[in-house]
Nanobody, 128 residues
């Protein structure tokens, strides 16, 4: 049973930093593909960052344009923890952030509905 558990959300002022963690358990696929999504009130769930590790791309990281240069996705060697470091946060980054795993195609831009596993989310609030 794959489980994803997010932590690290909170409230910060604009320009501040937060570090989100996704603890992964029960994941045995040799192709590793994890992503962070976010969803604000009344908005669609959107991809923020994706990390992959497989034979074709041993270490790939991909970002939404809105977070490039501010957010960094990383993982430990065993992919038991996937981290999203968020720097220079803006009020528009406020949302519920979710960790997701195993889409049929490991590619940034794949719809949220394609991912097989999800965490319950962690709230990020950025005040101006």
């Amino acid at each position: 049973q794959v489980q994803l558990v997010e932590s690290g959300g909170g409230s910060v002022q604009a320009g501040g930093n937060l570090r989100l963690s996704c603890a992964v358990s029960g994941y045995t696929n040799t192709r590793k593909c994890f992503a962070w999504f976010r969803q604000g009130p009344g908005k669609e769930r959107q991809a923020v960052a994706l990390i992959r590790s497989d034979n074709a791309v041993p270490f790939g990281r991909y970002y939404a344009d809105s977070v490039k240069g501010r957010f960094t996705i990383s993982r430990d060697n065993g992919m038991h923890m996937v981290v999203l470091q968020m720097d220079n946060l803006r009020p528009e980054d406020s949302a519920m952030y979710y960790c997701a795993a195993e889409p049929p195609l490991c590619q940034f831009g794949v719809m949220a509905s394609a991912f097989s596993f999800w965490g319950k989310g962690t709230q990020v609030t950025v005040s101006s």
